[in-house]
Nanobody, 115 residues
Framework: VQLVESGGGLVQPGGTLRLSCVAS????????MYWYRQPPGKERELVAR????????NYADSVKGRFTISRENAKNTVYLQMTSLKSADTAVYYC?????????WGQGTQVTVSS
């Protein structure tokens, strides 16, 4: 199993970024996918979840209305569209999948929101 995130960077408050995560090593379309983040000095937290077919999504209260999770099963890719970014969104963002009892993580992509 391999998860490779990309799309992070430095953005000003109010700005927009789209993160991507390309998955391999499992049947992508069979599994829900997750985005987590870990702010500096804090624990990792769940940001968003999407069902295997993409018909169901859930978000942390802190990002509702600003972030959108989506997926393209034909490309084995899950996205996180982030708008109206705030300094509190600064974190390393991780893609995640649970296969049975095992959870797999990507290497993470840094998002820094600063003027």
């Amino acid at each position: 199993v391999q998860l490779v995130e990309s799309g992070g960077g430095l953005v000003q408050p109010g700005g927009t970024l789209r993160l991507s995560c390309v998955a391999s090593g499992f049947t992508f379309s069979d599994y829900g996918m997750y985005w987590y983040r870990q702010p500096p000095g804090k624990e990792r937290e769940l940001v968003a979840r999407i069902s295997s077919a993409g018909g169901s999504t859930n978000y942390a209260d802190s990002v509702k209305g600003r972030f959108t999770i989506s997926r393209e099963n034909a490309k084995n890719t899950v996205y996180l569209q982030m708008t109206s970014l705030k300094s509190a969104d600064t974190a390393v963002y991780y893609c995640n999948v649970a296969l049975g009892r095992s959870r797999y993580w990507g290497q993470g992509t840094q998002v820094t929101v600063s003027s």
